[in-house]
């Protein structure tokens, strides 16, 4: 079975910073999907940015990257030029074939003025 | 008008009471989705819906129950409410051929089982 870790329970930075949030996932699949998304306090799940396995360049969603490494099964979210509306629990999911999403555990984030 | 919307959005019930949680979409999408999400937890699983014919267990089907009554509607039921599926419940949607498998959630429904 797939598995999803996030290893950062916790995360802070200052506004205008840049921050990466870890995801490591565990899969024998070739064909898959990786997602991020942000749940704020009004507890809605929003996509940041979504990666297909097959392509090798990483997503970019203007202030959102991510670095994909498929050989590591390593997925971490840049956000760049932090900002306030930033804060919330991120969540890192696969999604196999099946088009069953798994979650990590999540990554709380604080936005520091 | 949002496009995957759930009611109610926050439920309070007592120890083996039956209660349903209604999920309703406008996006056209023929997959759907429950979700559980316990505290400090990601989502889990827990049944799914590819067509209205199809219903398929996930990873927490015990004590639920699913309805896919149209298209565009997807009931979660719990027969006898328990105190650990206290929760936030999410249903979402999903269509391959037009949304490149992103799932999209609803607002999410708050329930306590006192």
């Known amino acids: 079975a797939q598995t999803v870790t996030q290893s950062q329970p916790e995360m802070s930075v200052q506004e205008a910073e840049t921050v990466t949030l870890s995801c490591t996932y565990d899969?024998?699949?070739?064909?898959?999907?990786l997602f991020w998304y942000k749940q704020p306090p009004s507890r809605q799940m929003i996509l940041v940015i979504r990666?297909?396995?097959?392509?090798?360049q990483n997503a970019t969603e203007n202030r959102f990257s991510v670095n994909f490494q498929k050989a590591a099964k390593s997925f971490s979210l840049k956000i760049s030029d932090s900002q306030l509306g930033d804060a919330a629990m991120y969540f890192c999911?696969?999604?196999?074939?099946?088009?069953?999403?798994?979650f990590g555990q999540g990554t709380r984030l604080t936005i520091n003025p | 008008d949002a496009d995957v919307t759930q009611t109610p959005r926050n439920r309070i019930t007592k120890t083996g009471k039956r209660i349903m949680l209604e999920c309703s979409q406008t996006?056209?999408?023929?997959?759907m989705y429950w979700y559980r999400q316990d505290p400090g937890l990601g989502l889990r699983l827990i049944y799914y819906?590819?067509?209205?014919?199809?219903?398929n267990k996930g990873e927490i089907s015990d004590g639920y129950s699913v309805s896919r009554q149209a298209q565009a509607k997807f009931s979660l039921s719990l027969e006898s409410a328990i105190p650990n599926q206290t929760a936030l419940y999410f249903c979402?949607?999903?269509?391959?051929?037009?949304?490149?498998?992103?799932?999209?959630f609803g607002p999410g429904t708050r329930l306590l089982v006192l």
């Open positions: 996006k056209g999408h023929d997959r």
């Open positions: 819906s590819f067509d209205v014919k199809d219903i």
């Open positions: 899969t024998s699949e070739s064909d898959y999907y």
């Open positions: 990666q297909e396995a097959y392509k090798q």
């Open positions: 979402a949607t999903s269509d391959p051929a037009r949304a490149q498998e992103t799932q999209y």
């Open positions: 999911a696969y999604q196999s074939a099946a088009q069953k999403l798994v």
